[in-house]
């Protein structure tokens, strides 16, 4: 008995897979639907959701007391050098520095304020320091590439770092996640963690990539894009990036439920 290789999907089997998918979600919005803002559990051109999405209602557990009242950090725990990812080492990190900052915003657009942002992402190179990511691209030894920061009275937060490089992953033949920023931000309690990704305006790879286009209304899309902002670029050092995260109402930014990763 012989055993058939298991054939991978390639990328225009999975890219029809997505366009087929967004024009059923066109048709049902332009007929009165509500837009999907948010991304499919069981999206089947990413592959592993349809495997591993949940598929019963989730079961609400109110946090014991301590948890929801105790904070989940003090402002001393949190030091302003660790918003800058550049500096963690004896040595300058290799890559593209940038300034990514922007304010953490309720649906009504009030500032979220005290709010701890956790970031991590990938190097230059498409790498993270992690011993699962086997990619053969090279290690930063001056570039661990994870940081935070609390917002401020208006919501705001800064991070520097170094534009993270795109990589591949093996969800179809040739696969290629778009370069992103992993952001996790938490309440006043560990319980109540929120996790998203920021992407760079005009990547190529945003049409090919099954996560970014689990979301299927284009506007949603959208607002998980970083944009350049020429007056936040630090002169000789650094280009600038804006990105607001709104945490409610039609415009928020769209947050990755405990079983997303990549």
């Known amino acids: 008995m012989t055993t058939q290789p298991i054939t991978q999907p390639t990328q225009p089997e999975i890219t029809k897979e997505i366009r087929d998918i967004e024009a059923d979600a066109a048709r049902a919005a332009a007929a009165?639907?509500?837009p999907e803002r948010h991304?499919?559990?069981?999206?089947?051109?990413?592959?592993?959701?349809?495997?591993?999405?949940?598929?019963?209602?989730?079961?609400?557990?109110?946090p014991e007391e301590v948890e929801r009242f105790s904070p989940a950090f003090g402002h001393t725990d949190v030091d302003v050098l660790e918003s800058d990812l550049t500096i963690q080492h004896?040595?300058?990190p290799l890559g593209e520095r940038i300034t990514v900052s922007g304010r953490v915003l309720d649906g009504e657009g009030r500032p979220v304020r005290h709010q701890l942002i956790e970031i991590w992402q990938a190097n230059s190179g498409g790498r993270y320091v992690h011993k699962r990511d086997q990619h053969p691209a090279p290690l930063d030894p001056n570039f661990t590439g994870v940081g935070r920061a609390v917002t401020g009275d208006d919501g705001s937060?800064?991070?520097q770092t170094i534009k993270p490089g795109p990589y591949?992953?093996?969800?179809?033949?040739?696969?290629?996640?778009?370069?992103?920023?992993?952001?996790?931000?938490?309440?006043?309690?560990?319980?109540?963690?929120?996790?998203?990704?920021?992407y760079f305006p005009g990547d190529p790879l945003f049409a090919l990539d099954p996560?970014?286009?689990?979301?299927?209304?284009?506007?949603?899309?959208?607002?998980?894009?970083?944009?350049?902002?020429?007056?936040?670029?630090?002169?000789?050092?650094?280009?600038?990036?804006?990105?607001?995260?709104?945490?409610?109402?039609?415009?928020?930014?769209?947050?990755?439920s405990e079983e997303d990763h990549d």
């Open 90 to 92: 004896s040595g300058e």
């Open 39 to 62: 991304a499919r559990r069981d999206y089947a051109p990413y592959r592993s959701s349809v495997l591993r999405h949940p598929t019963h209602e989730l079961v609400r557990v109110d």
């Open 211 to 256: 996560i970014y286009q689990s979301i299927t209304d284009p506007a949603a899309r959208e607002r998980l894009i970083g944009q350049y902002d020429h007056d936040e670029s630090v002169p000789e050092y650094s280009l600038g990036y804006v990105w607001d995260i709104v945490l409610t109402g039609p415009k928020s930014t769209r947050m990755e």
């Open 157 to 159: 937060y800064r991070f």
């Open 32 to 34: 009165g639907g509500r």
């Open 168 to 198: 591949p992953w093996r969800n179809h033949l040739n696969a290629w996640r778009p370069a992103h920023i992993h952001f996790s931000l938490f309440g006043s309690a560990f319980t109540q963690r929120l996790v998203t990704q920021m």
